[in-house]
C-alpha cells in the first residue's frame, strides 16, 4: 500500500473534491466526478491514438448507465461484461458491440440468448473454450469468441493447445455461428512492477500471436484479438506484434474511467489518469488513543484486494486497519491529533470496481456541490428466475406467502 500512497502524492485533493455541504449527505456515500471522469475516458483515448474502435471498455467498474452514456458520446461502442444485468444496461444505453466475458451456461445461458433477441440492432457475442459452451447457442444470433487462458488458471484454453482452438473454430463454423476471435485477460500480472509485467505480458502476447497463427494456417481467419485489463494496458501498447496483423486488436481496461488506489500505483503517471471516485466517510468513534473509526466497512469499501482497503485522501496520518461489516477502524500515526468524531473523510479505495457495486446511488459531485443522484443501474443481479410468458421467458422474483 505504500506505492498507492507515493502515487497518491501526484494527486491534485482540493476543494472540488470536497462536499460543501457534508452534512446533508447520509455516510458512507459514493462519490463521482463527471468532469474527472470525462478526462480519465480522454486520457486512454489519447493512448490509443484518438481510436475509439480499439477499446473494449469493460463495464464492471462503469456500473452507471450515466457512466455508458459518457462513453458512447466520445465514441466508445464496444463494451465487455460479466453479468446479465450489465449486458442489459449496456444495451439500453446504446452500446453497439457487446462481449459477455463470463462463461455462461444454463439459465444464464438462456438469459443472454433472450437479451440478444430483446436488442437485434447490437452485436452481442459470448465466451467458450469447448464443445459443449459452443453447443448451447446453435440457433442463436449471437457470435463466440474463443476464451484464452494466459497462465492465471481462471477459465480458457491453455496457449499451447493451439490444435484445439482450431478445432473449435471449426466447430463453431459447422454450427453456422460466427467466430468474433480470441479473448484474453492476463490480469494476473498485476502485482509485478511495471517492467517485469511488460516482460511477462509480451512473452505471453508472443505465444497468443502462435495461436493466432495457426488459426490463419487452416485456412481461417482470426477477426479481434482482445487483450489486456487495466494492469497490462501499458504492455499491450508497447507490443510490437499487435500491429500491423490480419486482426484487428482491442484493449479492455475498465478501471482507468474511475481510477483506485491500484491503478494510481500500477500506471505510469504521465498517462494523466486521476482519481474519479470516492467514498465519502465520518469518523464515528475514538475508541483508545491512536484509533479513530469511520462508517465506511467492507459493506462500502470493498475488501477483495486486501488490507488496507483505501487511501484516506489528504490524511497521510490514517492508516486504514482491518475493517467489519459497517467499521473501518483507523490508526493514527506519529502522535498526530487525528480528526474527530463527526469529521468527514474520503477514501480512495484500493479496487473500485466492487466498491461501487456496494452503492445503490452515486451522488454527482462538481466544484464541491451534488448535481444530481444516479443510479448504479448495473450492480449486482437480475432477479434469480426465468418466467415464461408466451413462448418467451421473463426474469422474476419467486412469490412469497404472508
Aim: with cysteine; hydrophobic share 40%.
Amino acid at each position: 500500500m505504500a506505492a498507492q500512497k507515493s502515487m497518491l502524492s501526484e494527486f491534485a485533493w482540493d476543494q472540488r473534491y470536497r462536499v460543501g455541504a457534508p452534512d446533508d449527505v447520509l455516510t458512507p456515500a459514493l462519490l463521482l466526478y463527471p468532469e474527472i471522469v470525462a478526462s480519465n475516458i480522454d486520457s486512454t483515448l489519447n493512448l490509443l491514438g484518438g481510436d475509439a474502435n480499439r477499446w473494449r471498455v469493460h463495464i464492471k467498474t462503469a456500473k452507471l448507465g450515466y457512466t455508458l452514456r459518457m462513453l458512447i458520446k466520445r465514441g466508445i461502442r464496444n463494451f465487455k461484461c460479466a453479468t446479465t444485468l450489465e449486458l442489459l444496461v449496456a444495451c439500453r444505453s446504446g452500446a453497439q458491440d457487446v462481449l459477455f466475458a463470463h462463461p455462461a451456461v444454463g439459465a444464464n445461458a438462456r438469459r443472454v440468448r433472450e437479451i440478444a433477441g430483446q436488442f437485434p440492432q447490437v452485436r452481442i457475442s459470448v465466451l467458450a473454450e469447448n464443445e459443449q459452451q459452443i453447443g448451447q447457442w446453435r440457433g442463436s444470433r449471437v457470435g463466440v469468441f474463443l476464451d484464452m487462458n494466459p497462465g492465471m488458471d481462471r477459465t480458457g484454453i491453455e496457449q499451447s493447445h493451439s490444435d484445439k482452438v482450431v478445432e473449435l473454430v471449426r466447430a463453431i463454423g459447422r454450427l453456422g455461428l460466427e467466430f468474433r476471435g480470441l479473448h484474453y485477460y492476463d490480469g494476473h500480472y498485476g502485482s509485478l512492477e511495471q517492467g517485469e509485467r511488460t516482460s511477462a505480458a509480451h512473452a505471453g502476447y508472443e505465444r497468443l500471436l502462435k495461436v493466432v497463427s495457426a488459426v490463419e494456417r487452416s485456412g481461417m481467419v482470426v477477426p479481434e484479438v482482445i487483450t489486456a485489463g487495466t494492469p497490462t494496458f501499458p504492455a499491450s501498447l508497447s507490443f510490437e506484434g499487435f500491429r500491423g496483423g490480419n486482426f484487428l486488436h482491442r484493449v479492455s481496461p475498465g478501471t482507468v474511467v474511475y481510477c483506485d488506489a491500484t491503478t494510481m500505483a500500477q500506471l505510469p503517471s504521465e498517462y494523466g489518469y486521476r482519481p474519479a471516485v470516492l467514498v465519502m466517510t465520518r469518523v464515528v468513534s475514538q475508541p483508545r488513543p491512536g484509533i479513530v473509526t469511520c462508517d465506511a466497512g467492507h459493506k462500502a469499501v470493498s475488501a477483495d484486494a486486501g488490507v488496507p482497503t483505501c487511501v484516506v485522501v489528504g490524511h497521510s496520518e490514517l492508516t486504514p486497519l482491518s475493517p467489519s461489516e459497517e467499521h473501518l477502524p483507523m490508526a493514527v500515526q506519529g502522535g498526530a491529533a487525528g480528526p474527530q468524531v463527526g469529521d468527514a473523510l474520503y477514501l480512495l479505495p484500493r479496487h473500485v470496481c466492487p466498491t461501487v457495486n456496494n452503492f445503490d446511488c452515486a451522488l454527482l459531485v462538481q466544484d464541491g456541490v451534488v448535481k444530481s443522484v444516479e443510479k448504479v443501474s448495473a450492480r449486482g443481479r437480475e432477479a434469480p428466475l426465468l418466467q415464461a410468458t408466451d413462448n418467451t421467458r421473463s426474469v422474476a422474483y419467486p412469490q412469497t406467502t404472508a
